[in-house]
């Protein structure tokens, strides 16, 4: 039986193999750091002379909107965070373009809210242009439309629609870039490998979020929860370390590595159980 070193050396070659990549990048790190933009550029640029897909999804619009309406913080009332996102997105996009078309890469706006994944036939029909653009080459950059979705804009997480995203377009590695270097024990040491969230990753985690978005690392562990029983790799790891996306491609021991589920759940299976919202009504 192999040991635990020679399992977890196992478990990063595998990522190495995948060849549909989906990206995270969160609120702050887009916000704070412009460079950032050119960094994400280089390393999809890397991991498409590896032959392999990457599609985006990225926070940033809300908190680049506050920035451009000249807001002193996130604003709470909803008409306001609805103007902030309009406004953003547009910067959003602008920084995008410019720093991937310096590597010579096209990029795609795709604005989804949960209601369209929500519902069977246009999840399929998203399933469908974003692979279209993944074979074309183009990078999707994927964001909740929080101009006009209300509830996403109050409870919704990039993270949770990236690991949405993740089987949608049959992703076999989710990275979720944050500012952190990855999962963090209780004596504030990264921790490598996770194998199993229950047991080993959601002690760990506090459930704070971050000021400048909605997730922390409470979502971060949920998504990639999700990402493993989808059967995909999930990697938690800090946006700002230098070469980060190529160290991971490369199978690098970088960020916390969550090990796919040996037993991945069915697409439509997974859509049932972490896209759909119970509702009903009790009638008295």
Not at 158 to 181: E, G, K, Q, Y
Request: hydrophobic share 50%; no cysteine.
């Amino acid at each position: 039986m192999p040991d635990r070193e020679t399992d977890a050396s196992d478990a990063r070659v595998a990522v190495t193999k995948a060849k549909r990549v989906v990206i995270k990048i969160g609120s702050r790190t887009l916000s704070t750091e412009r460079e950032i933009y050119d960094r994400l550029a280089s390393g999809v640029a890397v991991a498409h002379a590896a032959r392999k897909s990457v599609a985006m999804v990225s926070s940033g619009a809300i908190a680049l909107g506050v920035q451009k309406l000249g807001l002193a913080t996130r604003p709470k009332e909803m008409a306001l965070l609805q103007a902030a996102a309009a406004a953003g997105q547009s910067v959003l996009m602008r920084l995008y373009e410019e720093a991937f078309a310096r590597q010579g890469l096209a990029v795609a706006q795709v604005l989804l809210t949960h209601a369209d994944l929500a519902d069977r036939t246009r999840a399929n029909n998203a399933r469908e242009a974003l692979a279209a653009l993944l074979d074309a080459k183009v990078v999707p950059i994927i964001n909740e439309n929080d101009t006009v979705a209300v509830d996403e804009i109050r409870f919704g997480d990039n993270d949770f629609l990236a690991s949405m995203v993740t089987p949608l377009v049959s992703a076999d590695l989710l990275i979720l870039l944050s500012d952190v270097p990855g999962l963090l024990d209780a004596s504030g040491q990264r921790v490598p490998i996770v194998r199993n969230v229950t047991r080993e990753a959601k002690p760990l985690v506090t459930g704070a979020t971050s000021h400048s978005g909605t997730g922390g690392m409470a979502s971060k562990v949920e998504a990639a929860r999700r990402g493993m029983l989808a059967g995909a790799s999930v990697v938690v790891a800090d946006a700002r370390e230098p070469g980060v996306i190529p160290s991971i491609l490369a199978g690098e021991d970088v960020g916390t590595l969550f090990v796919p589920h040996p037993q991945r759940i069915q697409a439509r299976k997974h859509w049932i159980a972490f896209t759909l919202k119970p509702r009903g009504a009790l009638a008295i």
